[in-house]
């Protein structure tokens, strides 16, 4: 079975500093991997995935994430942060081969950037 | 631009209370989900279904069932609400290919006092 571990329960860093998300997972087959944000008071809104090919995906607002098949990791990077990403970070694996799929989901990372 | 409507987002129940929370998607999706989202717990599966009138289990169904009559509503019924039960409820939709990934609604914060 999958699993998803996300290293840090809080991370706290300052703005315009540089940051690092965790995310380890476990799985005897070939993956899809996710990475989910969600703000305030919201519900989850992806905010990129890694399917095949480069393993280096990135989002619209600046975070990327690398799959590192050997490592089973798939962390999420900023090289520098705003006060608006403040938000909880959700990272999602998917094996591949199903066409009746689960999601099964990290217990989340909350980033807090303070001024 | 496509939706996962959740009908309510706050809901104060009292216990014993059978509740019903409805969720709609506009995106013509196969799948969809019920979580509930606890501090420090993450998001636990209640139950999912593929297709219309079919439910599975997810990890966490007790004290739950759901509803799947068109394919565009699903619904999560609380059958004697609880105190155990206050949480955050997220729904999600899905294609049946897994590289999509889920859309999730705004979520309800329910209540059971």
């Known amino acids: 079975a999958q699993s998803v571990t996300q290293l840090d329960s809080q991370v706290p860093v300052f703005e315009e500093a540089p940051v690092e998300l965790r995310c380890n997972y476990s799985?005897?087959?070939?993956?899809?991997l996710f990475w989910y944000v969600q703000y305030p008071n919201q519900g989850l809104q992806l905010l990129l995935k890694?399917?095949?090919?480069?393993?280096l995906v990135e989002s619209i607002n600046g975070f990327e994430a690398e799959f590192n098949k050997s490592q089973t990791s798939f962390h999420l990077r900023k090289p520098s942060v705003h006060i608006s990403d403040t938000a909880e970070y959700f990272c999602?694996?998917?094996?591949?081969?199903?066409?009746?799929?689960?999601?099964?989901f990290g217990k989340g990372t909350l980033l807090t950037v303070n001024p | 631009d496509v939706k996962v409507t959740q009908s309510s987002r706050y809901l104060v129940k009292r216990t014993g209370e059978k509740v019903f929370l409805e969720c709609v998607q506009d995106?013509?999706?196969?799948?969809m989900f019920w979580y509930r989202q606890d501090p420090g717990l993450g998001l636990r599966l209640i139950y999912f279904?593929?297709?219309?009138?079919?439910?599975e289990k997810g990890d966490i169904p007790e004290g739950y069932s759901v509803s799947r009559e068109k394919k565009e509503r699903f619904s999560l019924i609380l059958e004697s609400a609880s105190t155990n039960q206050t949480s955050m409820y997220l729904c999600?939709?899905?294609?049946?290919?897994?590289?999509?990934?889920?859309?999730f609604g705004s979520g309800t914060r329910l209540t059971v006092v």
């Open positions: 999600a939709s899905s294609l049946p290919r897994e590289a999509y990934g889920y859309t």
């Open positions: 999602a694996v998917s094996e591949g081969g199903g066409s009746n799929y689960k999601l099964t």
């Open positions: 799985s005897s087959v070939s993956v899809y």
């Open positions: 995106m013509d999706h196969e799948n």
């Open positions: 279904s593929y297709d219309v009138k079919m439910k």
């Open positions: 890694y399917l095949s090919g480069s393993t």
